[in-house]
């Protein structure tokens, strides 16, 4: 074998070629099936959340639910899961949608929802309503199954119910007093629709937010608003100058009352003592008249003659003498006959 | 050796195949018609799970065994009083015979088409034999606050509903409902989604609210001055009431008392009115003449007798 023109042996190559072959398939075939159990297995496992349930279905046909937690199923198809959100509460929006959900949220309205809040009220005029829906998912196999569109159809369900009684009410009792009722009604309409449509919904709340007239019908609204305050305090304006005068004139009536009792209780009590004082003296006059008459007489003259500022005394007998009055002279004059 | 493996790996592929033209899957949401060469045979098949069929040979055609939608596009449509509207409405239906839905239609774009022109037909025609009112209102429930609204409202809008909105509906989807069986279809609901003025007619409806509302507010104006006229009349007149009381009063009190008071000075008086008479004229001078005074008296006085002799009273005796 000192042949060195051979650069291999082909019986070694033939040897080798056949060890290549005995362990090639069997290493490829574990890659492969080591390949297939991982994907198996990645497809056997889901995992629900806290607020969901899945529905499971083998070759297409339900098996079963399963709720929160990590579950196997069979993998590959052979078994299909679709997870829904049972515990969770959903809400639709219609006239309007939220940008922002914060504490101060945002909002966006454009042609879309503007059609969706326009309407007819019951006395043919037309309103914008807002409205939102909350809702929970109270069947997944129903909701998932029954119905190809469920949230769209909703939302047409929505608006029909809405609009319904809407329809049933005047513009008036929708900008007033009528909300509550129209929310309930409207509540209780949807929630039936969805016991005819069967479709796994569950209705919790419908609440009313932004009710207006159209914007071009604003003004004329407000002013009716304007004239019930106007009317209001054109009320109130006279009812407080009633409340004021009167009782005021009441007062100064018994105040005058009470002034004219003043003067005839005065007015007695001064003659009753005016009266007295008169009897008295007519008394003590009987006893001595004509002594009592000159007293009185004399005290009188005694204390008016000093009093009067200007005096005259004057003969009788003195007769052609033009007196003269000196007016303004201070001391008393005697004329001479 | 490889030969062996080689018609091995053949016949295991012709195998699977093979059972993957024999086997299929009818989902919960589908419902499967079996056409044999192009033509339908057996039954429709729908209960969900796996299911056989003869491979190379039968075709399976799946249809939605779900309530599928049909939104109608909106209508201008009349009603019976002549005033235009939008209407929009939708239904869901369902194929409830697929066999015969795949004969008659074919698919879903065909049954879509033919929803259009049906229900489409049945709207217009119920709605052009109705007043809008019936078409808005579902009752014949009173406004609340209709009072101050009913004789400012033009009379028409208040009138009553025969039939009403769902009742309208109703009618509709039973129209329909009589013609769709033979496509093979089931019509749970038809619901009118949206009615709407149009253009012209919203524009109109809009002035006669603003008028509306302006009649409203001039009667509550009008009312509030009224009734704050009609207090301030009553407020006059309470005033006159009490103050002429109030005079009456005073002035019978006052009387009283002044006769009162007559009657005691003439009672007193009485007794001797000469002597009252000196005595107040005696008090009057005291009290009138004062500095300013002028006294004019004659030598002739009484008092002044004194004057002209000490003994005046017993000579003017003699006299």
New interface residues.
């Given amino acids: 074998m000192t042949d060195d023109r051979v650069a291999f042996d082909p019986e070694d190559v033939l040897r080798m070629a056949r060890k290549l072959r005995s362990k090639l398939p069997r290493s490829l075939g574990l890659l492969i099936l080591a390949a297939l159990i991982g994907l198996g297995l990645i497809s056997a496992y889901y995992q629900v959340e806290p607020d969901e349930v899945a529905i499971v279905?083998?070759?297409?046909?339900?098996v079963s639910t399963a709720g929160p937690g990590p579950h196997g199923k069979l993998p590959f198809g052979i078994e299909r899961v679709q997870k829904v959100p049972v515990e969770r509460q959903l809400k639709q929006e219609f006239g309007f949608r939220t940008t922002r959900a914060e504490i101060q949220s945002s909002y966006s309205k454009d042609e879309r929802t503007s059609?969706e809040s326009?309407?007819?009220?019951?006395?043919?005029?037309?309103a914008t309503v807002e409205w939102i829906v909350q809702y929970k998912i109270s069947d997944p196999?129903k909701y998932?199954?029954?119905?190809?569109?469920v949230e769209?159809?909703f939302r047409?369900?929505a608006?029909?119910s809405m609009?319904?009684?809407v329809?049933?009410?005047?513009?008036?009792?929708l900008l007033?007093?009528?909300r509550e009722s129209i929310a309930a009604k409207a509540k209780e309409l949807l929630s039936n629709?969805c016991k005819?449509?069967d479709n796994g919904i569950s209705v919790q709340q419908l609440v009313l937010q932004d009710v207006d007239?159209?914007e071009?019908?604003k003004p004329?609204?407000n002013?009716?608003n304007?004239?019930?305050q106007?009317?209001?305090?054109?009320?109130n304006?006279?009812?407080a100058?009633?409340n004021q005068?009167?009782p005021r004139?009441?007062g100064?009536?018994?105040q005058?009352?009470q002034?004219?009792?003043g003067?005839?209780?005065?007015?007695?009590n001064?003659?009753?003592g005016?009266?007295?004082r008169?009897?008295a003296?007519?008394e003590e006059?009987r006893k001595a008249p004509e002594v009592t008459?000159q007293r009185?007489?004399?005290e009188?003259?005694a204390?008016?003659?000093p009093?009067?500022?200007?005096?005259?005394?004057?003969?009788?007998r003195a007769k052609g003498i033009l007196p003269l009055?000196p007016l303004g002279a201070p001391e008393k004059q005697e004329l001479k006959p | 050796m490889s030969a062996r493996i080689g018609w091995l790996l053949v016949i295991v592929a012709a195998l699977l195949i093979t059972l993957d033209g024999a086997l299929y899957t009818v989902s919960e949401q589908q419902q499967v018609v079996i056409t044999q060469f192009g033509e339908p045979i057996g039954q429709a098949v729908t209960s969900p799970g796996l299911h056989f069929k003869l491979p190379f040979a039968q075709e399976i055609n799946v249809f939605d065994k779900r309530w599928l939608e049909w939104n109608g596009n909106p209508n201008q449509v009349p009603t019976r009083d002549k005033k235009y509207i939008w209407v929009d409405t939708y239904a869901r239906w369902r194929i409830a015979n697929p066999l015969l839905f795949f004969q008659r239609l074919r698919d879903e774009r065909g049954a879509q088409s033919r929803l259009d022109d049906i229900i489409d037909g049945e709207t217009r025609n119920v709605i052009a034999n109705h007043n809008l009112i019936e078409i808005v209102r579902t009752s014949n429930r009173p406004f609340e606050q209709a009072e101050e609204i009913e004789d400012v409202m033009e009379v028409e809008e208040m009138r009553q509903v025969g039939l009403g909105r769902d009742k309208i509906t109703r009618l509709i989807l039973q129209r329909a409902s009589e013609i769709v069986p033979d496509y093979g279809i089931e019509l749970v609901d038809v619901q009118v989604q949206r009615v709407n003025y149009i253009e012209s007619v919203q524009a109109k409806v809009f002035e006669r609210m603003i008028s509306e509302r302006k009649r409203i507010a001039d009667r509550h104006r009008s009312e509030g001055q009224g009734k704050s006229a009609e207090i301030r009349g009553k407020k006059e007149r309470e005033l006159k009431v009490i103050q002429s009381e109030a005079y009456r009063k005073t002035q019978e009190i006052m009387g009283r008392g002044d006769a009162e008071a007559t009657a005691i000075y003439a009672d007193a008086y009485n007794r001797n009115g000469e002597l009252y008479e000196f005595a107040k004229s005696m008090e009057t001078y005291r009290t009138g003449i004062d500095k300013d005074s002028w006294l004019v008296l004659s030598t002739n006085a009484r008092l002044f007798r004194y004057l002209q002799s000490p003994n005046a009273a017993a000579e003017s005796s003699k006299r």
């Fill in positions: 279905t083998r070759f297409g046909k339900f059609a326009t309407m007819l009220t019951g006395d043919l005029n037309v196999y998932l199954f029954k119905l190809r569109d769209e159809t047409l369900m608006e029909a609009r319904t009684v329809g049933d009410h005047s513009v008036t009792e007033t007093v009528g629709l005819l449509y007239p159209p071009s019908v004329s609204f002013d009716v304007q004239a019930i106007e009317r209001e305090r054109a009320i304006d006279a009812w100058e009633y005068e009167i004139a009441r100064q009536a018994e005058a009352i002034a004219a009792e003067y005839a209780v005065d007015r007695v001064r003659a009753k005016d009266a007295q008169f009897i003296l007519e006059y008459r009185i007489y004399l009188t003259l204390a008016v003659l009093a009067a500022g200007k005096k005259l005394v004057f003969d009788e009055f």
